[in-house]
T-cell receptor, first 114, second 110 residues
Framework: DSGVTQTPKHLITATGQRVTLRCSPR?????VYWYQQSLDQGLQFLIQ???????AKGNILERFSAQQFPDLHSELNLSSLELGDSALYFC?????????????FGQGTRLTVV | DAKTTQPPSMDCAEGRAANLPCNHS???????VYWYRQIHSQGPQYIIH???NNETNEMASLIITEDRKSSTLILPHATLRDTAVYYC???????????FGAGTRLTVKP
């Protein structure tokens, strides 16, 4: 158990809908990362937050947004969903935005868009 | 972040050492080498990281060449449960958009 909790574990929704994925980082971790992994694809970095502020942005679509709340949990919002958004979405946390600390990953949310 | 190159796949016999290479020829002086693995759609798992010295922990050893242009992850006694995709990442200290490449799919065979 990495200590990073993602909910829900599975989500099935229709095209055009909007969903919210939730991530609770390890206790004390200030930094949260979001990744997308489509079937048999690599991990695509989406976005990183540190202590409530956006720190780095990767290949995140404009239809997607994220935020980190004062209690440090994070949410990834996916809107106007398309079939191609079906993927595993992982959240990771680390203790500091800088320095060489390792990141710990949650078990992911499997999103299926039908 | 510097780009890494890894072989797409490798096999290893159970009980033998698995040596996974990574080329990072454009690595900068402030970039660390990290290794993660992902077992069949589970969340990636941190293995080890280093800057210039060799590192060892309970999971693996990391050997970094003197010029830092390549490294090798060593699993000393591979088991079937080590079958996974192994990712080598180089990461600037003050840049945290940790980006994964395609990795090496290691298959440990009985």
């Amino acid at each position: 158990d990495s200590g990073v909790t993602q909910t829900p574990k599975h989500l099935i929704t229709a095209t055009g809908q909007r969903v919210t994925l939730r991530c609770s980082p390890r206790s004390g971790d200030l930094s949260v990362y979001w990744y997308q992994q489509s079937l048999d694809q690599g991990l695509q970095f989406l976005i990183q937050y540190y202590n409530g502020e956006e720190r780095a942005k990767g290949n995140i679509l404009e239809r997607f947004s994220a935020q980190q709340f004062p209690d440090l949990h994070s949410e990834l919002n996916l809107s106007s969903l398309e079939l191609g958004d079906s993927a595993l979405y992982f959240c990771a946390s680390s203790s500091r935005a800088q320095l060489n600390t390792e990141a710990f990953f949650g078990q992911g949310t499997r999103l299926t868009v039908v | 972040d510097a780009k890494t190159t890894q072989p797409p796949s490798m096999d290893c016999a159970e009980g033998r050492a698995a040596n996974l290479p990574c080329n990072h020829s454009t690595i900068s002086g402030n970039e660390y080498v990290y290794w993660y693995r992902q077992i069949h759609s589970q969340g990636p798992q941190y293995i080890i990281h280093g800057l210039k010295n060799n590192e060892t922990n309970e999971m693996a050893s990391l050997i970094i060449t003197e010029d830092r242009k390549s490294s090798t992850l060593i699993l000393p006694h591979a088991t079937l449960r080590d079958t996974a995709v192994y990712y080598c990442i180089v990461r600037v200290v003050d840049n945290n958009d940790m980006r994964f490449g395609a990795g090496t799919r290691l298959t440990v065979k009985p």
